[in-house]
């Protein structure tokens, strides 16, 4: 049972990964289009649905499983699980401000630029390096 859920854990992972790379990619090209154009329109309802139907999902998904991994496994007391825990909190903030800017942009009220975007867009990117370090190597 214990490989079952890993593996469901890591396939919750990469869906929560790949939305939250996609969606600060999405508010790059949301930035350029016009307010109220269909262009705009679109994007918004990309931006909600990604949210909605992918990027929370799977983060609940990826918490629920990775805690019963951790008690199951006896891994909660691990020094790895710990920083990790504390990265995977990080990546669930920034997964709280993605979802308020996608608020943000369905009012156009967007107020950030396409450059801001692009490296808010790097950030996932980094914690997943640090995050899947520390759950294969264990350093402690």
Same mark, same amino acid.
């Given at each position: 049972?214990?490989?079952?859920?890993?593996?469901?854990?890591?396939?919750?992972?990469?869906?929560?990964?790949?939305?939250?790379?996609?969606?600060?990619?999405?508010?790059?090209?949301?930035? +350029?289009?016009?307010?109220?154009?269909?262009?705009?329109?679109?994007?918004?309802?990309?931006?909600?649905?990604?949210?909605?139907?992918?990027?929370?999902?799977?983060?609940?998904?990826?918490?629920?499983?990775?805690?019963?991994?951790?008690?199951?496994?006896?891994?909660?007391?691990?020094?790895?699980?710990?920083?990790?825990?504390?990265? +995977?909190?990080?990546?669930?903030?920034?997964?709280?401000?993605?979802?308020?800017?996608?608020?943000?942009?369905?009012?156009?009220?967007?107020?950030?630029?396409?450059?801001?975007?692009?490296?808010?867009?790097?950030?996932?990117?980094?914690?997943?390096?640090?995050?899947?370090?520390?759950? +294969? +190597?264990?350093?402690?």
């Amino acid at each position: 049972m214990y490989d079952w859920l890993k593996a469901l854990h890591i396939i919750a992972v990469i869906a929560w990964m790949a939305g939250m790379l996609y969606l600060p990619r999405l508010f790059v090209y949301h930035c +350029v289009a016009e307010p109220g154009s269909v262009q705009s329109e679109t994007f918004k309802v990309m931006e909600r649905r990604l949210l909605k139907t992918i990027i929370n999902p799977a983060m609940i998904a990826t918490w629920l499983l990775g805690i019963w991994l951790a008690w199951n496994g006896g891994w909660y007391r691990a020094g790895w699980l710990q920083t990790k825990v504390v990265l +995977v909190l990080l990546m669930s903030a920034l997964h709280g401000v993605l979802g308020r800017w996608v608020r943000d942009f369905s009012q156009d009220r967007n107020q950030h630029t396409q450059r801001f975007y692009r490296i808010i867009n790097e950030v996932p990117t980094l914690l997943l390096i640090a995050i899947v370090i520390l759950a +294969v +190597v264990k350093p402690f």
